[in-house]
């Protein structure tokens, strides 16, 4: 929102630009996920999303801090190279990886539920951003929420999953019990 109102050309782009970073980084999983294992690249992700969550959340409170509007430009500017990096890492990590992997060790009707409260939580999400961000004024400390509990749902992720490349579904669920 900032960028659109300190940029206005460059700021109509923005969300285009955000959203093209998102498809390449899901363009370049499906050859990745030929050469690695969906366990080790969620992991790889998980953790760097909590990383760049941390990055721009660190901006956005130096941006709230900064009283020059040439130290702004550059702030906001760092601020959207950061989020399309969050995107490209996303679409090229946990966007594309955690479905294929839930699908293959659950039922579908697990799947759906899954699914379900994923976009419940996602909703709960924005509204809580949403109050969070209009008590603050400024967005700097959801996304520091963010990062803790990307981080701490990595680690979760991490001690629970197994790594089933190359297993039948039969051996994974001999694995799993």
Known sequence: MAFTFQQPTIGLYTPVLITISQLIGTFLSVPMLKYFE??????????????????????????????????????????????MIFMFTFGL?????????????????????????????????????????????????????????TFLLTIVFAVLSINIKGLSVRKVQIQLQ
Not at 40 to 48: C, V
């Open 93 to 149: 990590s946990l966007g594309s990886c955690v479905w294929p992997y839930i699908s293959f060790m659950m039922s579908p009707s697990g799947v759906t539920v899954a699914s379900v409260n994923n976009w419940i939580l996602a909703g709960c999400s924005i509204i809580a951003f949403s109050f969070v961000t209009n008590a603050m004024h400024s967005p700097w400390v959801m996304m520091f929420i963010y990062m803790g509990v």
């Open 38 to 83: 969906w366990r080790k690249m969620t992991l790889i992700g998980g953790f760097s999303l909590a990383f760049m969550d941390a990055m721009i959340g660190m901006l956005l409170y130096l941006y709230e801090q900064s009283d020059s509007t040439q130290n702004q430009d550059y702030i906001l500017l760092l601020t959207c190279i950061c989020i």
